[in-house]
């Protein structure tokens, strides 16, 4: 009975300590936080208004959920669609939408990733990135040209740096 008892508590002890290594080798990353969107909502406001751009701003994490939007007063309604699908073409991908762009029509003609479904090609999608080089979601701005949602989007960004450690 001894020897029995004495057998389970080697075979439990002995599982145990195969288990234990795998619950630590589980993988911990970064995510977008509802406080980082906002800050990064904020600074697009804050610029565009400065800027006297009308802007709609979506902010998704990684996976191309919605964490944060902002339709400015008197902000083009076409713009809002446009600004979610700028932010969920950055947000599924590491790239922002003028990349996706230059691989989809930069050769000319079509390229394959012309024909990925849902990708918007207009300049103003970003990645959001944290500093240790992890995807956790996208940005889209809408409203103004290419060029100036690209800028506002980047302030953004910019504005929640410290978030994205």
């Known amino acids: 009975m001894r020897t029995r008892f004495l057998s389970v508590i080697l075979i439990v002890a002995a599982v145990a300590a195969v288990a234990a290594p795998a619950a630590e080798a589980v993988e911990e990353r970064p995510i977008l936080t509802a406080a980082a969107a906002r800050k990064m909502i904020d ?7 400065a800027e006297g751009w009308l802007m709609h701003i979506a902010v998704t994490d990684n996976h191309g959920n919605l964490k944060a939007y902002h339709r400015m007063d008197d902000a083009q309604f076409l713009s809002q669609d446009v600004a979610l699908g700028k932010a969920r073409s950055s947000a599924v991908s590491p790239r922002s939408t003028l990349q996706w762009g230059e691989m989809a029509f930069g050769g000319g003609a079509p390229g394959a990733a012309a024909f990925v479904p849902g ?24 409203g103004d040209t290419g060029a100036n949602d ?14 994205l450690q």
């Open 43 to 49: 600074a697009c406001i804050a610029m565009a208004e």
């Open 119 to 142: 990708i918007i090609y207009f300049e103003g999608g970003l990645p959001i990135m944290t500093a240790g080089g992890y995807h956790v979601g996208g940005i889209g701005v809408s």
């Open 150 to 163: 690209a800028i506002c989007a980047q302030a953004g960004i910019d504005a929640a740096a410290a978030d």
